[in-house]
């Protein structure tokens, strides 16, 4: 009785959450989307973005904590919105006594196929707080039109 430990249900759900991580990770590269979290073993990471549809426009909403709005870089070509840039660590040289090491730094990119009826020339882009807001304008082709009814 001396080696009891205690059980643990987690350790029946681990096997399990392995394979929906794999099954995710296949989804999202299949789909060309980023990963629901940060990949830490390769080194790099994908900012959490909300894009949003409007009437007149669309909203690219984007968190970018720890980057310096010198190092964002925002392009639109042939109906693709690219958002790209590089977070850098806050410290170069090497410390130890570290227990835990979650922040992911690097290169950045994420890819956005928009429809062909944007007003490129009218794209917005705003850095504050580490939240960058990108509006970007529908042609008026692209927004709803009112039509009047006339009495016969």
Request: proline share 6%.
């Amino acid at each position: 009785m001396a080696n009891l430990t205690r059980f643990s249900p987690r350790e029946l759900l681990s096997p399990f959450e392995d394979v929906q991580e794999e099954m995710d990770r296949m989804l999202n590269s299949f789909l060309g989307l980023a990963p629901m979290r940060a990949e830490i073993d390769e080194g790099c990471w994908y900012p959490a973005v909300d894009l949003e549809e409007e009437s007149d426009h669309y909203a690219l909403i984007a968190e970018l904590p720890g980057v310096n709005k010198d190092e964002v870089k925002v392009t639109f070509s042939d109906g693709t919105l690219i958002l790209s840039g590089e977070r850098k660590p806050l410290h170069e040289e090497k410390r130890s006594g570290f227990h835990r090491h979650e922040r992911c730094y690097g290169k950045f990119q994420r890819s956005f196929a928009l429809p062909s009826q944007i007003d490129s020339s009218k794209i917005n882009a705003n850095f504050k707080d580490g939240v960058l807001e990108i509006d970007i304008p529908k042609s008026a082709e692209a927004q709803p039109k009112q039509v009047d009814i006339s009495v016969r």
